[in-house]
């Protein structure tokens, strides 16, 4: 495995592996082509963006990451913390990590994951569902933590209230 710098060059690739991931559970969620590439192509617009693929030996892409600078209040306001959680000053959001089904195992989560954090401004902040139990180990494993209310509760997305936030400082 291969893992290179997320280039415009390889947005087509990734467009037609990123949906694969999502459509299974805890997701459910399906997109076309034409929509991935616009959500690829708007990551690339953001500030501080900055994002990874692994290729396996025939330069197919299986897995991928990718995150940007957020303003702390920016994340906050999407996610509707407001008040409850003491940041201020940027923070990277990790936006989107996914592997091939059939490339799971084999530790590209992990080295994806483990570049990104390793190259983003701290902290480093996350969003993932309760339910997706394995990509919480690997977060734990890359030192990731829950991220907690100024009362010491989980940080939940006010429309997702599965959706958990995790943080790395």
């Not at 900055?50 to 957020?70: A, C, D, I, P």
Request: aromatic share 14%; charged share 25%.
């Amino acid at each position: 495995m291969n893992i290179l710098p997320l280039t415009e060059s390889l947005i087509d690739d990734l467009a037609y592996v990123y949906p694969e991931p999502w459509k299974e559970e805890p997701w459910n969620e399906f997109f076309t082509f034409e929509e991935v590439e616009e959500i690829i192509r708007k990551a690339f617009e953001r500030r501080g963006f900055m994002g990874f693929v692994s290729q396996n030996n025939e330069r197919q892409v299986v897995g991928f990451t990718w995150g940007y600078l957020m303003s702390s209040k920016s994340i906050a306001d999407y996610a509707g913390w407001n008040n409850r959680v003491n940041f201020s000053g940027d923070v990277f959001y990790l936006a989107e990590i996914g592997v091939l089904k059939d490339f799971r195992g084999e530790g590209i989560g992990f080295q994806l994951s483990k570049k990104l954090s390793e190259k983003a401004t701290k902290p480093v902040i996350l969003r993932t569902d309760s339910c997706a139990q394995s990509a919480i180990s690997l977060y734990k494993k890359l030192g990731f933590t829950p991220l907690l209310s100024l009362s010491g509760k989980q940080i939940t997305d006010v429309n997702h209230q599965s959706r958990l936030y995790w943080c790395l400082r």
